[in-house]
């Protein structure tokens, strides 16, 4: 179920866009002003509202680690503010000095992108905060923009209703021309990196003034060619959609509608799973946080509203945890002892808390360590906890780690994930004995790879540590 926990009404005018970093709600609206807020009890932080802009401010987002966050404006700026101080940190000035409509952050956070009412695009280095590269779609405004997980592409869209896909050299890799009749409003790329057959594929939502939200997935080959597929057409709203976000593990995907409706989907199946009227105008804008169960959406009504989802089964709550955490060799002697009282074992919790039998411990228990260590004479009992262990074990393999977040060639989790020429990530460590014995061929496509070269996945690593964090 999704449940309203609070609701904001600090803003003066509409609200155009929210966005989360791990402990930090921003919200911006066109009131001039960018309100901040400490995401575990939604207290507004010392030094908000920011108040650098000389006009509406149309999107905000947050740098990979939380430490800036960058907001756009009519006046044709993007300001970079420090979330420590509140304090401005940069002000870049689009060419042209159009108003800038939105702004985006690439995973590591090493690019930022700007695009403004003219349709003219500002790719920037983040780290020097100079202009790297400029391109430009005419007669176009543009609205929309999101970074692939690699953070090697990014796509906009734009009020003349295409999506477009770009490299980082700004070069135009795809076009999908009449996405959405009359414009495209808001895009974003899923969190996960799927692969297969020689190519990757992302997926990509995308919603627009003809009242649909959009499901693609975007397909890149080793030879670099790239393409779009129309997955799923989703209709529950009633009037132009405006915003869409996924949730941080790509399970969800929520969206809201000059029809005052927020709707939630599961994003695999498409399916439509609640539909929220709490708004009271237009909701122009919605974010998932990526470290709690939390989303906001925000209004022309002047409101933030925080949404918290909670799973369909969280009324065994305990039984959810263990059964979805694959690392059960990280579980603590408390974890080991709520697991057995959730596998009918309640009489032994004693003995294994008088044994130290933390998660580590627990799947490497055997018929004779039970036997002579733990002391437990009943062979029907030693052999109803060895099958609970293998069930345990299983449902873990199943259910538990996203695909993405193992090795490919390992499947262990990554500690040090790296990009490959052949665009898998991979372990740092498996993928460089891989290249030194295999002659520099890619272990997943088994063509050569064309340089050794790799890069650190940043949002990967980042995105496993939140991971096991939560679990």
Not at 121 to 144: E, I, S
Not at 195 to 211: E, I, K
Not at 334 to 363: S, T, Y
Request: aromatic share 8%; charged share 20%; net charge negative.
């Amino acid at each position: 179920m999704v449940s309203l926990i609070c609701t904001l009404q600090d803003h003066r005018d509409d609200v155009n866009w929210c966005a989360f970093s791990p402990t930090l709600l921003a919200t911006c609206s066109a009131d001039k002003t960018v309100r901040i807020y400490n995401t575990q009890d939604f207290s507004e932080v010392p030094y908000s509202p920011l108040s650098g802009h000389g006009y509406g401010v149309h999107c905000c987002c947050f740098s990979a680690c939380g430490q800036y966050l960058a907001s756009c404006s009519t006046d044709g700026s993007t300001v970079v503010w420090s979330t420590d101080t509140g304090e401005i940190e940069a002000v870049l000035e689009h060419p042209g000095r159009n108003p800038v409509r939105v702004c985006a952050f690439s995973p590591d956070s090493s690019h930022l992108v700007s695009g403004a009412s003219d349709g003219t695009l500002g790719l920037w280095d983040f780290r020097t905060k100079t202009l790297h590269r400029t391109g430009a779609v005419n007669d176009t405004t543009m609205v929309a923009c999101s970074f692939t997980p690699c953070g090697q592409m990014f796509v906009t869209g734009s009020t003349y209703g295409d999506l477009r896909l770009w490299d980082l050299d700004m070069n135009q890799l795809h076009a999908e021309k009449n996405t959405h009749d009359l414009g495209v409003t808001c895009c974003c790329f899923g969190p996960k990196i799927l692969s297969g057959s020689g190519t990757v594929q992302f997926r990509l939502a995308s919603c627009g003034q003809d009242s649909t939200l959009k499901i693609w997935t975007v397909s890149r080959s080793n030879t670099g060619s790239c393409k779009m597929q129309l997955l799923h057409t989703l209709t529950g709203q009633s009037a132009p959609v405006l915003s869409c976000a996924f949730s941080a593990d790509g399970q969800l995907l929520v969206s809201g509608s000059v029809d005052k409706t927020v709707t939630v989907y599961d994003a695999s199946q498409g399916t439509l799973l609640y539909i929220l009227n709490q708004h009271e105008r237009y909701v122009t804008a919605c974010a998932f946080s990526p470290s709690t169960p939390l989303f906001a959406t925000g209004s022309m009504d002047k409101t933030v509203n925080i949404w918290r989802v909670e799973d369909g089964h969280s009324g065994h709550g305990r039984k959810l945890l263990c059964h979805s955490r694959l690392l059960v060799s990280d579980w603590s002697e408390e974890d080991v002892g709520a697991w057995l009282c959730e596998e009918g074992l309640q009489v032994l919790v004693e003995n294994f808390k008088a044994n130290n039998i933390d998660g580590a411990e627990l799947i490497s228990l055997t018929k004779e360590t039970l036997a002579s260590e733990l002391n437990i004479e009943s062979v029907g009992l030693r052999s109803k906890v060895l099958r609970k262990v293998e069930e345990l074990k299983a449902g873990c393999v199943c259910t538990g780690v996203p695909d993405e977040y193992l090795c490919p060639i390992t499947r262990e989790l990554m500690k040090d994930p790296v990009i490959a020429a052949d665009g898998y990530s991979y372990e740092r460590e498996a993928i460089e004995s891989w290249i030194a014995t295999k002659n520099r061929s890619s272990p997943m496509t088994n063509l050569p790879l064309q340089t050794t070269l790799l890069t650190p996945n940043r949002t990967l690593k980042m995105a496993i540590g939140r991971w096991r964090t939560s679990q």
